[in-house]
Nanobody, 123 residues
Framework: VQLQAFGGGLVQTGGSLRLSCGAS????????MAWFRQAPGKEREFVAA????????YDEDSVKGRFTISRDNAKKTVYLQMDSLKPEDTAVYYC?????????????????WGQGTLVTVSS
């Protein structure tokens, strides 16, 4: 599976962005897809994940209620709609894929990663 993320950019506090991640390969619909992010000087952290059937999980503390993950299996694409953006959301956002349904907030379970797209939120 090859992943390519895009859609990042510069946005003001309170604004919105939608990230997209396109995938190659026939097994996309069976994979758990996720978004992680890494801010300068910090470790990569879990943002959200979506299972093959559409079940979702979010980092409760940082993005719950503001970000929405979705997928279109026909287009082999996963999305991250980000609303009410804050300066602390500034990071490089990565999409990732795994065949597993367990431990999906851990980066170690993901086998495939996109190249990352930079989101900058100005105050």
């Amino acid at each position: 599976v090859q992943l390519q993320a895009f859609g990042g950019g510069l946005v003001q506090t309170g604004g919105s962005l939608r990230l997209s991640c396109g995938a190659s390969g026939r097994a996309f619909s069976s994979y758990t897809m996720a978004w992680f992010r890494q801010a300068p000087g910090k470790e990569r952290e879990f943002v959200a994940a979506i299972g093959w059937s559409g079940g979702t999980a979010y980092d409760e503390d940082s993005v719950k209620g503001r970000f929405t993950i979705s997928r279109d299996n026909a287009k082999k694409t996963v999305y991250l709609q980000m609303d009410s953006l804050k300066p602390e959301d500034t990071a490089v956002y990565y999409c990732a894929a795994t065949p597993t349904r367990w431990g999906i907030s851990r980066s170690a379970v993901y086998d495939y990663w996109g190249q990352g797209t930079l989101v900058t939120v100005s105050s």
